[in-house]
């Protein structure tokens, strides 16, 4: 094993009892707890106690950290949590501690001649927007929510609307420190630890620390062409012929139209604005996104059914159409609209739903169509259903994106029959070449992991060597047996 990149090791020392709330405090150490908690679907649920290391620089904490973990008996597990945005089991862990966000916040080092960011991995891209984009610079990639946290941009890979073009998270990510109990590891892109830790759900340590590379701009607005399409086959083609244009490229399918508008959709395609364009108020790298309301915890279940769900998609379907081809808009509302709502999972109700995404090769457009197929013909009842394609794919062992076409769908669980259709679903996604991805995963069966995620044994033995007790672990990882001891 190659230990250049280990800054601190500590040998295992006495063992002791599972820690609990009362038991386990030092200075700047506590157990909280327990909670109930769940991701973005709002189901499923575990209780989990919260790990907080108070005192002291990222430094001093990784110290602590490790020193906990190694002072402790092995039967202790440890989850490292976010902002909770991914939708199924990733960021839960029943009768295990999560690690706090809020507590990895110390590190902010931007590096403006090389426009870098050294940052802990507690920040939030939203955080990081705030700070960054009024001096110009904009995050490499970024999911359809401000709200997640470097950590989880990191352990998930992320992808964004430039996929295409630009990759996934961790395509520009330099360096990441990871806490893991063999000791704090400084990682580089080349490092197989650093393989299986970007997209590796949390399994290989605690991300601590990340650089990453930042895209300059000139506004914070963004040049957006929208065109609507009138059915699966003309969105296929308009993505085909347009996407290499643009930098930013995502296409909304109405779920609900069926029969000759089968997949109609809205496309959008993006640029930043150049400043030479800019005639707005304000300077032309002001940021300060709305917020304009948030969904009271009262929303029954059956809210988004079909007649709501056909109502709006007919709606946003018909402001496509109506759209100037080219209008300018603001960073929040081209990349992050449902930001403007806080705790819309809540419109799903306590129930709570899924999303389903997967990818599927170039050449498996016959699947594709046959997906919007089935899922148009059981009239799920989904406002978010997104249309994209990927570009190359990062090489890390569990990361999500390869080349080929990605959709995604929310659908409430509570659908009868929604089992037997995903199931068929996946089915079909694997014998395509595809795969679904694990950050908003909740339900897929675990024999498909190794179809799916070719890579999963380098996985397993490089997050063995880093973790050799299997301390770091989650309820998704023991339901799809990720670790080599879940199997
Ligand atoms: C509205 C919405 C839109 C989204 N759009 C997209 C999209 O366009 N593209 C996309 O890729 N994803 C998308 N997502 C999913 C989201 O980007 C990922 O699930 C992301 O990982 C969530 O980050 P988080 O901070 O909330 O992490 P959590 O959800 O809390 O955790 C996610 C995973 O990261 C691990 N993790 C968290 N912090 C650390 C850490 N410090 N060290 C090690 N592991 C850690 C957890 O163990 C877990 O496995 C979307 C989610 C929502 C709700």
Redesign the pocket.
């Known amino acids: 094993m190659n230990l250049s990149h280990l800054v601190v090791h500590l040998q295992p020392c006495s063992i002791t009892k599972m820690p609990d709330t009362e038991s386990h405090r030092s200075n700047d150490l506590s157990i909280s707890g327990p909670t109930l908690n769940s991701?973005?679907g709002r189901t499923p649920k575990s209780l989990g106690k919260t790990l907080q290391i108070k005192g002291g620089d990222t430094r001093e904490k990784e110290v602590e950290l490790l020193e906990f973990i190694t002072s402790n008996d092995t039967s202790i597990k440890i989850?490292?949590?976010?902002?909770?945005?991914?939708y199924g089991d990733?960021?839960i862990l029943s009768s295990g501690l999560l690690t706090d966000?809020n507590q990895?916040k110390d590190t902010f080092d931007f590096n403006s001649s090389k426009g870098t960011l050294r940052v802990s991995?507690g920040f939030s891209l939203d955080e990081i927007m705030r700070k960054l984009v009024p001096q110009g610079y904009f995050v490499p990639v970024t999911?359809?929510?401000r709200y997640?946290?470097i950590?989880?941009?990191v352990?998930?890979d992320?992808?964004?609307k430039n996929h295409h073009v630009d990759g996934s998270f961790t395509d520009h990510t330099n360096e990441l420190r990871v806490v893991s109990p063999t000791g704090v590891h400084v990682l580089k892109r080349s490092d197989p630890e650093f393989k299986a830790t970007a997209g590796g759900?949390?399994l290989t340590g605690?991300?601590s620390e990340a650089v990453i590379d930042l895209i300059p701009i000139s506004t914070s607005k963004m040049k957006v062409t929208t065109r609507v399409t009138q059915n699966i086959d003309d969105t296929i083609l308009e993505l085909e012929e347009n996407d290499t244009k643009y930098r930013y490229s995502v296409a909304w399918i109405d779920c609900m139209a069926k029969g000759r508008s089968l997949g109609r959709s809205v496309i959008t395609w993006g640029e930043h604005l150049d400043v030479s364009e800019f005639t707005g108020e304000g300077g032309p790298c002001s940021f300060d996104p709305r917020f304009l309301t948030s969904v009271p915890d009262i929303a029954p279940s059956w809210l988004l059914n079909r007649l709501s769900v056909r109502a709006f998609n007919e709606l946003w379907y018909q402001k496509g159409k109506l759209s100037n081809e080219i209008s300018i808009e603001s960073i929040e509302t081209f990349f992050h609209p449902?930001d403007m709502v806080g705790s819309w999972n809540r419109l799903y109700g306590q129930k709570g739903f899924l999303q389903y995404q997967f990818v599927v090769p170039f050449g498996a457009e016959d699947t594709l169509k046959e997906t919007v197929r089935l899922l148009s013909n059981v009239k799920v009842p989904s406002f978010l259903a997104v249309l994209k394609r990927f570009g190359k794919g990062s090489g890390n062992y569990l990361s999500f994106p390869s080349p080929g076409w990605t959709l995604a769908l929310d659908i409430p669980t509570h659908r009868f029959g929604l089992a037997d259709l995903l199931d068929r679903l996946d089915s079909m996604v694997v014998a395509s070449g595809g795969r679904v991805y694990l950050?908003k995963d909740s339900r897929v069966s675990k024999h498909l992991i190794p179809m799916m995620y070719p890579e999963i044994e380098s996985f397993r033995e490089v997050a063995h060597r880093l973790d050799p007790d299997n301390i770091f672990t989650?309820d998704m990882s023991r339901r799809l047996a990720l670790r080599v001891d879940e199997l």
Do not use: E, K, N
């Open positions: 991701g973005w989850a490292p949590r976010g902002l909770g945005r991914s990733s960021s966000p990895w991995s999911p359809g929510t997640v946290t950590g989880g941009a352990a998930a992320i992808h964004g759900m949390g605690l991300v449902l950050a989650t």
